[in-house]
């Protein structure tokens, strides 16, 4: 029984980290604060989806497929932003080629999670704010989102947009 555990443990851990590794193209995580979010939120005049994670999340990678797809059926009207906290450079670059290779999101780095805390969430991770065109947070979701739960809240920024 333990070696099943332990092998399930390695395929899973495999699977996990089977991105081509390259991160040569990625350029490093910008540090941001958070009035640089809001900005960004207000300057591209769509509502947003800020996801939280980091590379060494095992949560942060389940649901990093998912928010890769609606990063690229979305992206037309919700602004998607990646918030990388308590990271290093190269392991967020990491993460980022393994997961997020062609996504319509952008990286930034939090290395203290202040900008977290001060949006209203906790520094646990994964977690995703959802956020209005005038950069207000209409709803945090704590913990791994799921395809429905994303669906749901992003039609209802959509539609509070009126887009």
Not at 28 to 37: F, G, H, K, M, Y
Request: aromatic share 6%; proline share 3%; charged share 20%.
């Amino acid at each position: 029984m333990k070696l099943r555990i332990a092998l399930v443990a390695l395929l899973v851990g495999a699977t996990a980290c089977a991105g081509d590794g390259d991160t040569s193209s990625i350029a490093d995580l910008p540090e941001v604060a958070t009035s640089d979010i809001v900005a960004t939120i207000r300057e591209s005049g769509k509502p947003a989806v800020v996801n939280v994670w980091a590379s060494w999340c095992g949560p942060c990678r389940s649901e990093a497929p998912l928010l890769a797809a609606a990063s690229t059926e979305y992206r037309d009207t919700v602004e998607f932003i990646g918030l990388n906290v308590r990271d290093s450079q190269a392991d967020a670059k990491g993460f980022i080629a393994d997961f997020f290779s062609g996504a319509h999101i952008q990286h930034v780095a939090d290395g203290d999670g202040s900008v977290v805390t001060d949006l209203g969430g906790t520094t646990g991770v994964p977690l995703t704010f959802f956020v209005n065109a005038d950069a207000t947070v209409a709803k945090i979701h704590f913990g791994v989102i799921d395809e429905r739960t994303l669906a749901l809240e992003v039609d209802e920024l959509v539609r509070a947009s009126g887009a």
